[in-house]
Structure formats: structure tokens, C-alpha cells
């Protein structure tokens, strides 16, 4: 155990939806990552926050958006869903933003898209 | 693009065997380099990771890593295998450089699956 959870653990939606996905950092964690992993691929990083503000975000389009909120949960919102967003989906905290703090994972939100 | 390439898809070695999986990255600059294990049904988890010194790191579990940068490689070692290794790893890099964000590029993961 991480001391990171994810919530819900699993998901189903339809084309054209939109979802919310929400994470709960370890205790004392200022930063939280998200990645998405699709079947039989390693994680791919979306964004980063840090202390509230987006600190950093991957080759994903705008429709994936995010909040970290004062108490350092956050969200990952993803609108107009499509059948390639079908994944699972990882937080990570870590406490600090550099590069060689441990990030530690969640057990992820698995996505499935009609 | 800045890339991670783990060599086997999948190993299939029986218990007490030696133990190495390939990696190598794509990046010219200073890298973090980690490696992480996700057991079935359990959370991603860090299993060791090299920053900076002594290119040869331990990890946990007896595993151990070797940092060639010549090679741009990152190889993952474990000299007698377990039953209990049974797991898909990934090798990973965080490039530096200047970025606030410490983005974490992962491989495509390798399953490694052991024999009774």
C-alpha cells in the first residue's frame, strides 16, 4: 500500500461523455501526477500539479483537464470521451515536485469506453 | 523523441534462474533512471533507481540495476530468480534538463513470469 487511492476503481461510460476520475494523495504530498495506461503499454504521462497550479502536462489534448485542490486531492476531468480513452488511469504523489522525489502510485481507475 | 525500449515482451524463466532484463533510453542529456514492478493485482511500486554516482545500484529484493551511459542502457538483474517475482516491470526515465516537471517516460513493460 501507497497510502494513494483512486477513486472509483472501475468505470463505464459511452462515446461522447464525460468523466471525473479522483485521487487522494499520501499524507504530506504537495504533488500529484496523472498517467493514462492503455492494454499492454507502459504509462504515459497527461499532467502534473503542483501546490494547486498545473506544473507540467504530455502530448494529450485539452479535452483532458485537471484540478488539485487546497487539501492536494485531485481530479482528472476527461469531456467528449472517445473508445481510444479506454485505459488505465494513474495518480502518483510524490512530496515535492523535483525530479528525484519518489513518486508513488495508486491502484488506478480502470476506463472503459463504449 | 525521448523513448524507452524494453527489449523483451515477455521472459519465462524457472525459479533460481539468473535474471536480466534489456533497457535503453533515447535521451542525450543528464536522466533519473528507475525501474518499477507491478505484481498482479497490486500498485506500481519503485524497485530502485539511479540518480547520480556509483552506476551499479541495488534495489529491493535483491535486484540491481547497471547504468552504462555509453550505451544508454539501464539493465535490471536479479542473479537467482523466485517464484514470487512473477510480475510485469518497467523500465522508466525522468530526462533532465530544465523542466519543473518530473515527468516519468516509462517503457512498454516486460512481463516476467516464473516456473514452479
Known amino acids: 500500500e501507497t497510502g494513494v487511492t483512486q477513486s472509483p476503481t472501475h468505470l463505464i461510460k459511452t462515446r461522447g461523455q464525460q468523466v471525473t476520475l479522483r485521487c487522494s494523495s499520501q499524507?504530506?504530498?504537495?504533488?500529484v501526477s496523472w498517467y493514462q495506461q492503455a492494454l499492454g503499454q507502459g504509462p504515459q504521462f497527461i499532467f502534473q500539479?503542483?501546490?494547486?497550479?498545473?506544473?507540467g502536462r504530455g502530448n494529450f489534448p485539452p479535452r483532458f483537464s485537471g484540478l488539485q485542490f487546497p487539501n492536494y486531492s485531485s481530479e482528472l476531468n476527461v469531456n467528449a470521451l472517445e473508445l481510444d480513452d479506454s485505459a488505465l488511469y494513474l495518480c502518483?504523489?510524490?512530496?515535492?515536485?523535483?525530479?528525484?522525489?519518489?513518486?508513488?502510485f495508486g491502484p488506478g481507475t480502470r476506463l472503459l469506453v463504449l | 523523441a525521448q523513448s524507452v525500449s524494453q527489449h523483451n515482451h515477455h521472459v519465462i524463466l524457472s525459479e533460481a534462474a539468473s535474471l536480466e532484463l534489456g533497457c535503453n533510453y533515447s535521451?542525450?542529456?543528464?536522466?533519473?533512471l528507475f525501474w518499477y514492478v507491478q505484481y498482479p493485482g497490486q500498485h506500481l511500486q519503485l524497485l530502485l533507481k539511479?540518480?547520480?554516482?556509483?552506476?551499479l545500484v541495488k534495489g529491493i529484493k535483491g535486484f540491481e540495476a547497471e547504468f552504462i551511459k555509453s550505451k544508454f542502457s539501464f539493465n535490471l538483474r536479479k542473479p537467482s530468480v523466485q517464484w514470487s517475482d512473477t510480475a510485469e516491470y518497467f523500465c522508466?526515465?525522468?530526462?533532465?534538463?530544465?523542466?519543473?516537471?518530473?515527468?516519468?517516460?516509462f517503457g512498454s513493460g516486460t512481463r516476467l513470469s516464473i516456473r514452479p
Open positions: 502518483a504523489s510524490s512530496s515535492d515536485r523535483g525530479r528525484r522525489e519518489t513518486q508513488y
Open positions: 522508466a526515465v525522468i530526462p533532465g534538463g530544465y523542466s519543473s516537471a518530473s515527468k516519468i517516460i
Open positions: 500539479y503542483y501546490r494547486e497550479e498545473e506544473n
Open positions: 535521451y542525450g542529456g543528464t536522466v533519473n
Open positions: 539511479y540518480f547520480s554516482g556509483d552506476p
Open positions: 499524507s504530506g504530498h504537495n504533488t
